[in-house]
């Protein structure tokens, strides 16, 4: 139980354009999904808490303009990279919580900008 | 804000040896702490978790000990084999009624050599 999944798994777009992840809870619902960054070789920065049917709750330097986040449903929450640059490649991860403490963890998207 | 540091950054063991890592937290709040191992290239994973009634939590090779009043936590792992090779996070959160947000440790790379 508590899978989580995401997709697409890897992307590669030009720079300027758009790229949307989706994190899906696949047998559990989410009343709460978070949006992780994770860069080479470091740890894992909150970028987002998403409640299903309210707006998203930011991280204090990430720009909710550009990373927009919808979690339309209990099992689907996306993620969208608006007018990617290079340095927005990296790799992102979603957590999934039922009505508990635990954070479950899809299996990444690397996105890289050209 | 909570903050939590992760020691060693990397630990190197023989297989069959035990491996401890250990954290500390700033925020007396936080009363959850799961552990979490990830391999290169995948989201992180949900090994154990321990929540602050509780001073030790154990499942098989794996166990986890709490000390609220020191403000530490630690993961121990015995007779370690090949397969535990990967890179492994604390966190810390204060739980489901105060947002659920995890905070990560540095993390540790762990090497099992055969």
């Known amino acids: 139980g508590a899978v989580v999944s995401q997709h697409p798994s890897w992307v590669i777009c030009k720079s300027g354009t758009s790229v949307k992840i989706e994190c899906r809870s696949l047998d559990f619902q989410a009343t709460t999904m978070f949006w992780y960054r994770q860069f080479p070789k470091q740890s894992l920065m909150l970028m987002a808490t998403?409640?299903?049917?309210?707006?998203?709750?930011?991280e204090q330097g990430v720009e909710k303009d550009k990373f927009l986040i919808n979690h339309a449903s209990l099992t689907l929450s996306t993620l969208t990279v608006t007018s990617a640059h290079p340095e927005d490649s990296s790799f992102y991860i979603c957590?999934?919580?039922?009505?508990?403490?635990?954070?479950?963890f899809g299996p990444g998207t690397r996105l890289t900008v050209l | 804000g909570e903050n939590v540091e992760q020691h060693p950054s990397t630990l190197s063991v023989q297989e069959g040896d035990s491996a401890v890592i250990k954290c500390t937290y700033s925020d007396s709040a936080s009363n959850y702490f799961p552990w979490y191992k990830q391999e290169l290239g995948k989201g992180p994973q949900l090994i154990i978790d321990?929540?602050?009634?509780?001073g030790e939590k154990k499942d098989q090779r794996i166990a986890v000990t709490l000390n609220k009043t020191a403000k530490h936590f630690s993961l121990h792992i015995t007779e370690t084999q090949p397969e535990d090779s990967a890179v492994y996070f604390c966190?810390?959160?204060?739980?489901?009624?105060?947002?659920?947000?995890?905070?990560f440790g540095g993390g540790t790379r762990v090497l099992v050599k055969p």
């Open positions: 321990i929540r602050s009634n509780v």
């Open positions: 998403s409640n299903e049917g309210s707006k998203a709750t930011y």
């Open positions: 957590s999934a919580s039922p009505h508990t403490d635990t954070q479950y």
């Open positions: 966190a810390a959160s204060p739980g489901r009624a105060a947002g659920n947000k995890l905070t």
